[in-house]
């Protein structure tokens, strides 16, 4: 049941991520959004972690553990980043499920890196791998809030989108490797850290860390559900990480459904069948994971 639980709300907290984060980012910007999310989950998690959770005293290695920890945190804001600068120029729908791809991607990594995956799993992987091209190279006149969106911009959102999922799928990789060793709080903080220091302080710095003050309450719901969903994904995947992934990445179609309804946005029916494919091959990739 509990693994079920956290799959479902991290679902749920990651496509109010999606949404809140989409209308932000176009309004102040993707580096602005990033920095303003980042500061508000470290607000959230750091007295979670120093004083509800400190490391394990008996943890073997805490300063290549947390160093790892880091370098996954730093994937993660780069994705981020990237994943913003899309929200900006693309549909969210799309956008929403070819970021969805990063634990196929980390299973991709895995392999190259030595691991053995299910039997049957490199046909999923290539089957998402066909959703993400017909979900992407399908752009083109896809419409939100009434208004057109070209294929050039289509195309880049795409584009920035893949990036931000290789990003997101190296992270993955690597929080893997200390999700068992970290309570989840230590989990989560790096990547808020590292975006603090990385962006935030930069931007402040430059006179450039600036929230338009309408999009306010859309940042500060963004930091709030991204440590939710994390801290959900990583209480659930403790239990059985294939229920807790395979739920987890429903979020890209709520956050499709939520912006068919919300942003009004239409896509091709091309477009469609690929969210589809995306949906089904990370469902498929989970549960073989789990046999």
Same mark, same amino acid.
């Given at each position: 049941?509990?693994?079920?639980?956290?799959?479902?709300?991290?679902?749920?907290?990651?496509?109010?991520?999606?949404?809140?984060s989409?209308?932000?980012?176009?309004?102040?910007?993707?580096?602005?959004?990033?920095?303003?999310?980042?500061?508000?989950?470290?607000?959230?998690?750091?007295?979670?972690?120093?004083?509800?959770?400190?490391?394990?005293?008996a943890?073997?290695?805490?300063v290549?553990?947390?160093?790892?920890?880091?370098?996954?945190?730093?994937?993660?804001?780069?994705?981020?980043l990237?994943t913003?600068?899309?929200?900006?120029?693309?549909?969210?729908?799309?956008?929403?499920?070819?970021?969805?791809?990063?634990?196929?991607?980390?299973?991709?990594?895995?392999?190259?890196?030595?691991?053995?995956?299910?039997?049957?799993?490199?046909?999923?992987?290539?089957?998402?791998?066909?959703?993400?091209?017909?979900?992407?190279?399908?752009?083109?006149?896809?419409?939100?809030?009434?208004?057109?969106i070209?294929?050039?911009?289509?195309?880049?959102?795409?584009?920035?989108?893949?990036?931000?999922?290789?990003?997101f799928?190296? %992270?993955?990789?690597?929080?893997?490797?200390?999700?068992?060793?970290?309570?989840?709080?230590?989990?989560?903080?790096?990547?808020?850290?590292?975006?603090?220091?990385?962006?935030?302080?930069?931007?402040f710095?430059? %006179?450039?860390?600036?929230?338009?003050?309408?999009?306010?309450?859309?940042?500060?719901?963004? %930091?709030?559900?991204?440590?939710?969903?994390?801290?959900?994904?990583?209480?659930?995947?403790?239990?059985?990480?294939?229920?807790?992934?395979?739920?987890a990445?429903?979020?890209?179609?709520?956050?499709?459904?939520?912006?068919?309804?919300?942003?009004?946005?239409?896509?091709?029916?091309?477009?469609?069948?690929g969210i589809?494919?995306v949906?089904?091959?990370?469902?498929?990739?989970?549960?073989?994971?789990?046999?």
């Amino acid at each position: 049941m509990l693994p079920i639980v956290a799959g479902v709300a991290t679902a749920v907290a990651w496509a109010i991520s999606v949404l809140a984060s989409a209308r932000a980012s176009r309004v102040t910007g993707a580096p602005q959004t990033v920095a303003g999310v980042m500061v508000v989950g470290t607000v959230l998690i750091l007295p979670v972690a120093l004083v509800a959770t400190p490391l394990p005293p008996a943890l073997a290695d805490p300063v290549g553990t947390v160093f790892l920890a880091a370098l996954a945190g730093a994937a993660n804001v780069g994705g981020l980043l990237l994943t913003y600068a899309a929200y900006r120029v693309g549909a969210v729908g799309i956008i929403a499920t070819i970021g969805s791809t990063e634990g196929a991607i980390a299973a991709a990594i895995s392999v190259v890196a030595g691991q053995t995956l299910a039997p049957g799993s490199g046909f999923v992987l290539a089957l998402v791998a066909v959703g993400v091209a017909l979900a992407a190279a399908s752009g083109g006149g896809e419409r939100e809030d009434d208004v057109v969106i070209g294929r050039a911009r289509s195309l880049r959102a795409a584009g920035l989108a893949t990036c931000a999922a290789g990003l997101f799928g190296l %992270g993955l990789f690597m929080t893997g490797h200390v999700a068992g060793t970290l309570p989840p709080a230590w989990v989560v903080l790096p990547s808020r850290v590292v975006g603090v220091v990385a962006v935030a302080a930069p931007l402040f710095i430059l %006179g450039r860390f600036r929230v338009v003050r309408s999009v306010l309450p859309l940042v500060l719901l963004t %930091g709030l559900v991204e440590v939710v969903g994390f801290s959900t994904y990583s209480v659930g995947a403790r239990a059985d990480i294939a229920m807790t992934s395979v739920l987890a990445s429903m979020f890209a179609p709520i956050a499709a459904i939520a912006a068919f309804v919300l942003f009004r946005e239409r896509l091709a029916p091309r477009q469609a069948l690929g969210i589809a494919l995306v949906v089904i091959g990370i469902a498929t990739l989970g549960l073989l994971a789990g046999t």
